[in-house]
């Protein structure tokens, strides 16, 4: 346990005084019943009563922070860094700002901040090992760094940016409200480190010594209603009118001269020229860029290979071609295994990937992750059943063929439901840019489109060695192939309009979508539109044999390019709702400079290099 | 005796750690440990990717032709990542479980616990 000095000051302990019954959300203040066993009773650690005796220990605590009077000394973060042991690279809690006006009326307004231990802390749903605990004890949400496998979810739904994904170890660390601190009555190091009286801790909903407002917004924080965070503000001086970032996030705080709501989230920046900066497409994510193209492409291909007959296909029957059609059901197999064992690749410990299922209930990672397994399952007994008889021989035929008609049935169902949970996992609020029905039209259009294709060229090419026409699987096949890119165009169009109406950070994203990589987003886009044409061009004309296969080879692979082009933007233009770093810690810009210079080599500098 | 490397603090203890750390007894402890964690970590491994065995089994159904190229083709980038994922699993494992410690009479039971 942790040990008080003795010359501990009167200010580092937590004060008993009067608490209100519920917070402001309506949220019970007291997390344990009245009449529970844990109810006021101390857990005697050790042997030692005096440990964890604090009336209020199954009580919501919170921060608070005075804005008026940070310094940006940073002590706060240099304590909390001692306290846990923290490498120059991560910091669970980190001093940003946002400034505005010009000299001599400039202004700044710092912000300390670090893990809210929200009322509704989407950290814990989202946490597909369940690493995450919200403990009635103080309300504390602590985080197992040994139980998480490093996928980052949890940084993703985060607004405050208290997860710390650590790329060394492979895993996440965030602040544990020093728990070990409160249990001897102790503040959390950061507030009682705190120079200027600006970090204050207590229980929830009781202002501090010396303090009127418990304010919950101040410029740069993001909503509060996302997870109904336990941080209470007191912001007194007046602002300038508008407030920027010193990161390179395009963002600015503009005051809301008429609502009540302070300041409004703003695009900063205005005649930014169109780029391409293709170089900058890679991410951290892109094994999940090839991993959700091509499980699209696998549901869409077993869904036309199973339903397409079905439908007047002939030519995608088992009849027709015995070789082809387990040939390339085996292939679909390989590919998927290809696609989820590179999606384990982006986890910190791809080895603990089976921990993924471990939260079914809340988090659609987990959700995402069973749903193709259940697919990737079925569609390996339909291979197994289909492609090797051989191995059925003694089992009588209609049996062999019900079994296949329902795995074939389940795997149909199953295929689109997984996609669906794919999907649900980038409705995140804290993202605005991909918080929006487009990523369904872009998955279920990618599966439509690429499993289309897969399935025309693959047959087309034997269709073609034996001299026979491509010109009706062709125009059968086009049109899924054109409804799947009219869909995913049509959710382009209203995601792009609707960012715009939006506003702050979704109206940033689509700003760096139209400057930053300007050139790549109207290159993308002009290549689903003739990729679209090309196809309806094929399908109409009639062109046959080597001609009109090398037609479908080109439409093939452009629309290959624009789907991993249109993907890996998907990840690069995400702005976070997150915290305003400072010139150097938590600012993108920096730290991409840092890496491009070497800085990066210094560890002290704080920045991780590109090895990881 | 310290069961961990990392745990002593002073010559002493850590010259009667090296002594046990390489006897015979600790050596065999310890090559056993390293068959037991390959051997769990890749079986765990290939029961969750068992459709790779359909394609293996096609191969070796099918009668050698250029099908046979197709299917490796099929098999193998999969089965590497997946090769290359459950190595580093038992590295880790071997790290933080079985380097640098003492294994004791139950350290079978404990690597199946732990890791």
């Known amino acids: 346990m942790f040990k008080v000095r003795q010359d501990e000051p009167d200010y580092a302990f937590i004060p008993e005084v009067e608490v209100p019954d519920v917070n402001r959300y309506g949220k019970k203040i007291q997390l344990v019943d009245q009449h529970d066993d844990l109810a006021g009773k101390s857990l005697n650690i050790n042997g030692d009563p005096s440990i964890s005796d604090s009336p209020n220990r199954y009580k919501q605590h919170g921060f608070y922070f005075n804005a008026d009077n940070c310094i940006s000394c940073h002590a706060c973060e240099s304590a909390c860094s001692e306290k846990n042991d923290l490498p120059p690279h991560l910091a669970f809690r980190s001093v940003g700002y946002v400034e505005g006006g010009t000299y001599p009326n400039y202004a700044r307004l710092n912000i300390s901040m670090a893990c809210n231990h929200c009322d509704d802390p989407v950290c814990l749903k989202g946490c597909p090992t369940r690493a995450y605990t919200k403990f009635a004890e103080y309300g504390a949400v602590l985080q197992d760094p040994d139980i998480c496998f490093g996928c980052g979810y949890c940084t993703w739904v985060c607004p405050y940016n208290a997860p710390q994904l650590d790329t060394t170890k492979g895993h996440v660390q965030k602040c544990n409200m020093c728990v070990d601190r409160l249990e001897v009555g102790l503040k959390p190091a950061c507030a009682s480190a705190c120079l200027a009286g600006a970090l204050d801790f207590g229980v929830i909903e009781t202002t501090p010594e010396n303090r009127d407002q418990l304010k919950t917004q101040i410029p740069g924080f993001p909503d509060p209603e996302i997870s109904h965070p336990n941080i209470r503000f007191q912001q007194t001086k007046s602002l300038p009118r508008e407030m920027t970032r010193p990161d390179n996030i395009p963002v600015r705080y503009e005051r809301d001269e008429q609502g009540q709501n302070g ?218 192939i054109a409804t799947g890119l009219l869909i995913e165009m049509i959710g382009l169009f209203f995601h792009a309009r609707d960012l715009e109406h939006q506003g702050g950070e979704a109206a940033a994203s689509h700003y760096r979508q139209r400057t930053t990589y300007g050139k790549t987003y109207i290159a993308r886009n002009i290549g689903l539109a003739l990729t679209l044409a090309a196809t309806l061009l094929l399908a109409v004309s009639g062109l046959d044999g080597i001609a009109g296969y090398t037609g479908w080879v080109l439409a093939g692979m452009l629309m290959t390019a624009v789907a991993v082009v249109g993907r890996s933007l998907f990840y690069v233009l995400v702005i976070p709702t997150t915290m305003p770093g400072a010139f150097f810690w938590h600012n993108p810009g920096f730290q991409e400079h840092a890496r491009e210079t070497g800085l990066a080599e210094m560890a002290q500098v704080g920045v991780v290099t590109d090895k990881h | 005796m310290a069961r961990q490397a990392d745990k002593i603090l002073n010559d002493l203890e850590r010259a009667v750690f090296q002594s046990v750390y390489r006897s015979r007894t600790q050596r065999l402890r310890r090559i056993t440990a390293i068959q037991i964690l390959l051997l769990k970590h890749i079986t765990g491994g290939l029961l969750f990717l068992w459709p790779l065995y359909v394609i293996l089994l096609a191969v070796l159904l099918t009668p050698v032709t250029s099908r046979h190229l197709i299917y490796l083709l099929a098999l193998l980038p999969g089965l590497l990542v997946w090769f290359y994922i459950h190595i580093s699993g038992a590295r880790e494992d071997y790290r933080q479980h079985v380097r640098n410690h003492i294994l004791g009479k139950g350290f079978i039971k404990d690597l199946f616990r732990k890791s």
């Open chain 1, 263 to 480: 300041f409004n989230t703003k695009v900063r920046g205005n005649g930014g020229k169109p780029e391409w900066n293709l170089g900058k497409l890679r991410s951290r994510e892109d094994p999940l860029v090839i991993f959700t193209l091509i499980t699209q492409t696998v549901v869409g291909a077993f869904l036309i290979l199973y339903l397409g007959p079905k439908f007047g296909l002939g030519e995608l029957t088992v009849g027709a071609h015995p070789v082809l059609y387990p040939s390339l059901l085996l292939a679909l197999l390989g590919i998927q295994t290809f696609a989820l064992a590179l999606s384990t690749m982006h986890l910190g410990k791809p080895h603990r990937f089976y921990r993924a299922f471990n939260n079914l209930r809340y988090s659609p990672v987990s959700r995402e992750i069973a749903g193709i397994a259940v697919f990737y399952n079925l569609l390996g007994v339909y291979t197994l059943l289909s492609a090797l008889p051989v191995l059925f021989g003694w089992q009588p035929s209609s049996l062999i063929n019900g079994l296949l008609s329902i795995v074939g049935w389940c795997a149909v169902i199953a295929g689109p439901v997984a996609l669906y949970f794919m999907y649900r996992i980038y409705r995140i609020k804290a993202r605005p840019f991909w918080n929006h029905w487009q990523v369904l039209t872009a998955f279920y259009g990618n599966m439509l489109a690429l499993g289309g294709m897969i399935v025309l060229l693959v047959y087309g090419a034997v269709l073609v060695s034996q001299t026979h026409s491509i010109t009706h699987l062709g125009s059968s096949l086009s049109a899924l």
